[in-house]
């Protein structure tokens, strides 16, 4: 061993990110102002108006984070291996977000969800980062570094706060309900539903369901036809209803990993970086369109394994469902998917010519000329079967509360790059 | 010596915080006032009573999804290959709680709740000195009142129990509302009528025509006891809209009822004020579509017309069960009659009744009405509040007809109604249904029969007087025989023959936008419905 640290830190740390004018209500006359108006008068003239149109929370605070580190860090052989270790706990109070709040306050403008921003929820980060590097230089013409990291991470929402106990439900998309569910014990924006069963053969299969409800005229899940989705009884009351839907994973990874290499030999130079997340779920929205046929929209090949008679075991249920979340495109764990991947970020292999090899180029103006391909995103290993398995959040929504949620985003490009490199 | 220095350090700091002075912390937004302070005079008073109204416009409401959701529900329109997506399910009786038109219904009449308990909560924090400035904010209050209790009559009429919030402060302490029983909403609403009735003035200068006034607030009180079963109620109220001081009487016209300038009529009770759009300078014409207030400009147009017109986005048919509801035995004689209220309502061929021209003020003269005898669903289209006969095509929303919510042709059906479920079928329900048959030029009935016969003749006379006006769904769901009704034509409709109409459906499922938010709501949700 060459060097040993041993590091130890607490922190608090505050965000006062809070944007301006929310601790008291002000007017609202239309944005821009102006254009809150109604018509009076046998010309219908525009009157203007005004009121307003947020709930003011004067009870705001800061939101705090206290933060505990234990660290090591070692090199052996000279530093040429080093090794650290990092364990942490981030606890996060009163975290400000908007949260939507029941329609029925009237707060909003016209289409819009009522929300308030409030200090909604306490959540618990704990981990282990690691990392590893070995950097040596073997002789005049060889030389490497190599490092690999990883970290664990696990999310948990310990309580929404006192001024804010109802779940926070999010995540919407096309004509579905919410599929995303943050409350204390499960990771913030946990995707949250039914559990799938199969897809329904045959009459005789739902008749034996709806005979185990042990009263005649009570359905087994309500509209449930042959080819439809059979949604599992969690509470083994015999009936599929709202009761019925768990935590069904969540969109933050467990395992977040990278790689990274340099090596030079002679006049070559080579790099690569390759990164990964294992342990999280995606919730693949585009199926909506592209595999269940409900809205009018082409769809997949996927389609072809769809129910279409009586006795048929197919994995997706027949045409013509209703395209909301009454039926078979309920919030359920058929939309999600593994969200692992790991992808080589980028790869360049660089030749360098240096002085002595070009003096007499261009009149000795150049001090080296390095020539170099590279590939970006050049491959991604991954189960996922959306464009990209690397997405944040949903268009234009919230990272907290929204995260995961693959509504089409533009994928990442695979680049190839060439490029001569001039030193002066 | 160390102790000293930390100590040191912890007075500065307090004196740093300290000597912050507060103005530098407390800014003030320089784009808009203090709820506090603004709402202390009577015109701005007047601002937040015309916010109020302004909801009457937004999503759910009157500038577009209204009359979507009563027509498709009520089975008056039925929908073409253009209708998809969400409003198709609308249509198809296939919604559930996250139905967006019916959420945003719920939204839009919580919102002109909210803006009316904004009206009263500043009212009652302002004392004016001068007696005028007293009689406007009581003005104010009046009409805030009879929005709250309009928006209310809806809330209670289609979805039952539900959050009952009468002021601002309380909604404020509590954002989680539990439901409150029917029976309280409508005590609610009737109380609030009331007090406007008190307030409101029967009629206003030129410059305020389509405020409410006091015969809006009794009229909307009368239908309230008539909703309750309380004829004697309503009879009571509805017999004042008859006498001085008011003068409402019928439209000699009825297609005025439903044209551009429809605002002035001495019919008009309550409309819902739908300014012509212009063009994109002043306003956002797609404004119907989530933009009100928010989407550059101003505008408060309608866009029922270019949704449904036949020339331009022709979303929906009327159903043939209501086109055929136009055909019915004699009333004075032998075999049927057409009623004349048809050429008024929709477009379709000779035999049916309906317009066969449009056009009509076009300056290259009127047109044939295409009537297309292929189509399996029967070619029938909407032409009561299209304005077909000034233009070939509209292009874009930008309908000034306004919505007609009570005219006084409802108030003589619904006086007729409480003589005739009081079994009362003599002179008094005869002449009101005959009024409303005579202005059209309808043959009049020598009598109503029976009770039962007295009924069916009233209730055909609502459908047909009141078709397209969003008055049918409520009727059916009020007298309990929408579900027998809705599926029969339903069963019987070229192109549909489905029986959709469950017990479920008698209330509207209480939305997601709703139910996912309010736990104190969503515990008392049975079956993920009401």
Known sequence: MSEGKLRIGWGRTGNNNIPNFLIKPLTFAGNPTGNLVYSFGPDEAFIPGTTISTLANPNLKWEQTDQMDVGIDLGFINNKLNVTIDWYKRKSTGLLVSVPIPSSTGIGVSGEQSTKTVNAADAQNTGIELQVGYADKASKDFGYTISANVAFNRNKVLSLGGEFTAPIQAGAFDQLSTFTYTAPGSAIGAFYGYRLDKVASTQAEIDALNAKTGSSGTEYQEGLMPGDFIFKDLNGDNVVTSADQEILGNPIPKIVYGFNAGINYKNFDLNIVLSGVSGLQLLNATKFNTQVMATGHNATTAILDRWRQEGDVASLPRLGQNANSSGNLRASDWWLEDGSYARLRNITLGYTLMQDKIAGFAMGAFKSIRLYVAAQNLFTITRYSGYDPEIFAQNGASFIFNRGIDDGQIPQPRTFLAGIQLGF | ?530
């Not at chain 2, 309503?234 to 017999?239: I, N, P, S, V």
């Open chain 2, 1 to 530: 010596m160390k102790y000293i220095t930390r100590l040191t350090v912890v007075i500065s700091l307090i004196a740093i915080i300290t000597s912050c002075k507060k103005s530098l912390l407390e800014i003030d937004s320089q784009g808009a006032y203090s709820y506090e302070t603004y709402f202390n005079n009577s015109d701005a008073l007047n601002q937040a009573t015309v916010a109020t109204y302004a909801t009457l416009l937004h999503n759910g409401l009157w500038a577009r999804e209204y009359y979507f959701i009563f027509d498709l529900t009520g089975y008056e329109a039925k929908r073409t290959n253009n209708m998809q997506g969400d409003l198709a399910q609308l249509a198809m009786y296939t919604f559930g709680t996250n139905q967006p038109q019916i959420g945003d219904l719920w939204k839009g009449l919580y919102r002109m709740i909210f803006r009316a308990n904004i009206v009263i909560d500043r009212a009652n924090a302002w004392s004016p000195t001068n007696a005028d400035d007293q009689n406007k904010v009581n003005q104010y209050v009046a009409e805030a009142k009879f929005l709250r209790a309009y928006s209310y009559f809806n809330i209670v009429s289609l979805w039952g129990d539900a959050p009952l919030i009468t002021d601002y402060e309380s909604m404020v302490a509590n954002n989680y509302p539990e439901r409150s029983p029917a029976a309280n909403i409508w005590t609610a609403v009737e109380t609030d009528l009331k007090d406007a009735q008190n307030d409101l003035p029967v009629v206003y200068s030129t410059a305020d025509l389509g405020r409410a006034t006091k015969g809006a607030a009794t009229a909307l009180l009368g239908k309230v006891y008539l909703y309750q079963k309380k004829w004697g109620e309503a009879r009571t109220e509805l017999l004042k809209l008859t006498q001085s001081p008011y003068t409402y009487k019928l439209d000699p016209s009825y297609d005025h009822l439903f044209s551009s300038n429809n605002q002035v009529s001495p019919e008009n009770i309550f409309q819902v004020m739908n300014g012509p759009w212009t063009d994109w300078g002043i306003g956002n014409q797609y404004y119907v579509f989530g933009g009100q207030e928010t989407w550059g400009g101003k505008a408060t147009h309608s866009d029922r017309a270019q949704e449904y017109g036949f020339r331009d986005w022709n979303n929906v048919y009327i159903t043939n069960a209501a086109v055929k509801a136009f055909t019915y035995p004699n009333p004075a004689g032998a075999g049927n009659y057409i009623d004349p209220r048809a050429k008024s309502t929709f477009y379709g061929n000779a035999a049916s009744g309906g317009a066969t021209v449009y056009c009509e003020l076009c300056p290259g003269g009127s047109k044939p009405y295409p009537f297309n005898a292929d189509d399996q669903q029967g070619d029938y289209k909407w032409k009561k509040y299209q304005y077909y006969n000034e233009v070939d095509t509209y292009g874009g929303p930008a309908s000034s007809i306004n919505a007609q919510v009570i005219r006084y042709a409802d108030v003589l059906l619904m006086l007729a109604e409480t003589y005739i479920q009081e079994s009362n079928t003599g002179s008094e329900p005869l002449g009101y249904i005959n009024d409303v048959r005579a202005r059209v030029g309808a043959t009049l009935y020598s009598s109503l029969g029976d009770q039962a016969s007295a009924m069916n003749i009233l209730k055909r006379e609502r459908q047909l007087e009141l078709c397209g006006e969003q008055s049918r769904y409520f009727d059916l769901i009020r007298w309990g025989i929408a579900k027998e009704i809705i599926n029969v034509e339903r069963g019987a409709e070229p192109g549909d023959g489905t029986q959709p109409f469950q017990d479920k459906h008698l209330l509207f499922p209480i939305p997601d936008v709703e139910k996912n938010y309010n736990p104190a709501v969503a515990a008392g949700v049975r079956n993920d419905w009401n």
